[in-house]
């Protein structure tokens, strides 16, 4: 088995697995036949006194994720009527830091994402290209039409609770942190801060309000707020499942709730090959129309 291979697994059948969504979508994984398990004795606690602010935890949470992957996605949504589908795409991802934490030609991030299923929607893609101080590109493509157009982040994944917006990593500097009180969930102890977008035209939401654990800097809970300052989706994940993968703290299970539509999206990764080679010619337009990953 080449390095590569060792990297890469697959999710256990029947095991439902939601997206870290919104700006932390970043890390969620699961072992299988290369099995990732829990470690047995967590990591002494990382000094965390209390005059961090919201920037220097949310900057742990950057911290805590691989600088490139590549994750095969199942979505099994259901809305309020019980009415259940599931969609099924892949995510190329790469961070546009160097090791130093600095930007590399004024590039946040790239993303690559093309469904597989249902067979309505195979091979529609999109790709973003998120820049410091903007504007960022964003396309999708539609096979049937043989076209890209250029959209908005706050489109929807199709058939699901999740926008675009909801699936790209976040960049520190795209916006502001402010720290609040903290709060428990489900018993274990987080920093809460509310993450408010720089440009609001840039983001579907107002504020986004993060509860992030203490030990690893995973966030288990995330709530999220429109213009009006209606809270409109709910993201959690159990603490119980957080798990080491290549030095980087998970989760295997979230899912996201649409509050207004009570509707509901899990996540399930089939495959995950973190810091995986991911090259820069691999995010272009070109790219997105072909039909191979």
Not at 32 to 54: F, K, R, Y
Not at 179 to 202: A, S
Not at 257 to 264: Q, T, V
Request: overall charge negative; hydrophobic content about 35%; charged content about 30%.
């Amino acid at each position: 088995m080449s390095p590569r291979d060792c990297r890469r697994w697959k999710v256990p059948v029947g095991l439902v697995i939601s997206a870290s969504i919104s700006s932390l979508f970043m890390t969620m994984a699961s072992g299988a036949a290369e099995e990732v398990a829990v470690a047995s004795e967590p990591p002494a606690s990382v000094d965390t006194p209390t005059e961090l602010t919201g920037r220097d935890i949310y900057q742990r949470v950057l911290v805590n994720r691989h600088k490139t992957f590549f994750q095969k996605q199942r979505m099994t949504s259901r809305d309020a009527g019980g009415a259940v589908s599931v969609t099924e795409l892949w995510v190329r991802w790469r961070d546009g830091r160097d090791a130093q934490g600095k930007l590399k030609r004024g590039i946040r991030s790239k993303t690559l994402a093309k469904y597989e299923a249902p067979a309505r929607v195979r091979g529609t893609g999109y790709l973003v290209i998120q820049k410091e101080g903007g504007p960022d590109d964003q396309f999708v493509y539609f096979p049937s039409a043989r076209k890209v157009r250029r959209v908005s982040m706050s489109e929807s994944i199709m058939g699901t609770d999740l926008s675009i917006e909801d699936i790209v990593p976040r960049d520190i500097d795209s916006a502001d942190y402010q720290r609040v009180e903290d709060e428990q969930v489900e018993g274990v102890d987080t920093y809460v801060l509310d993450l408010i977008p720089d440009n609001p035209k840039d983001s579907q939401y107002s504020k986004i309000r993060a509860y992030v654990e203490k030990e690893h800097f995973v966030t288990l809970m995330m709530r999220y707020w429109d213009h009006d300052e209606v809270e409109v989706k709910n993201y959690s994940t159990p603490h119980s499942d957080i798990s080491e993968v290549e030095g980087v703290w998970m989760t295997r299970v979230a899912t996201m709730k649409d509050l207004i539509n009570e509707s509901s999206t899990l996540l399930e990764i089939v495959e995950m090959e973190p810091n995986a080679k991911v090259r820069d010619k691999e995010f272009t337009v070109r790219r997105l129309e072909q039909k191979s990953r």
